[in-house]
């Protein structure tokens, strides 16, 4: 799509325009809309070389887990790396979902940590004391 010489129209309408028009009004960081940090970044060389900086930093420590992760370090690399490790875990999920009693006592003890982590938040924020704001809400169970 040929580009249209810009006729009154302002340098950040413009920006925003193709910028809209690259990514679309769907995208969900609506800051990157606001021009001001583009104009910015093409005007300001120190903020250029800070931004790059950080970006470059921030790469360097995405490709180092992505690196950990695809050796199959840590739990997230044994999970996605080994397929032994998703078949005993549905293997489990699988013997829960058919057996009653280890289906209540899941969903038992999921009810208690939903509890205990909305009481912990609630008081946690200072507001109304867990006991006068009644019970938390619990999941309904999946059949």
Same mark, same amino acid.
């Given at each position: 799509m040929p580009i249209a010489p810009a006729q009154g129209r302002d340098q950040r309408g413009l920006q925003r325009d193709l910028f809209v028009q690259v990514y679309g009004?769907?995208?969900p960081f609506k800051g990157f809309y606001d021009t001001e940090w583009l104009t910015k970044l093409?005007?300001?060389d120190e903020f250029a070389r800070e931004l790059m900086k950080d970006l470059t930093r921030i790469t360097a420590s995405l490709a180092?887990? *992505?690196e950990k992760i695809?050796?199959?370090e840590g739990t997230a690399g044994k999970l996605i790396n080994d397929p032994s490790v998703y078949e005993?875990?549905?293997d489990i999920l699988v013997g829960i979902d058919e057996s009653k009693p280890l289906k209540w006592l899941v969903r038992n003890r999921q009810r208690s940590g939903i509890q205990t982590r909305?009481? *912990?938040?609630?008081a946690r924020a200072g507001a109304t004391p867990p006991e006068a704001l009644g019970p938390a809400p619990t999941p309904e169970p999946r059949e």
């Open positions: 009004q769907g995208y093409v005007h300001d180092r887990v *992505a695809d050796g199959g005993a875990i549905d909305y009481e *912990a938040e609630k």
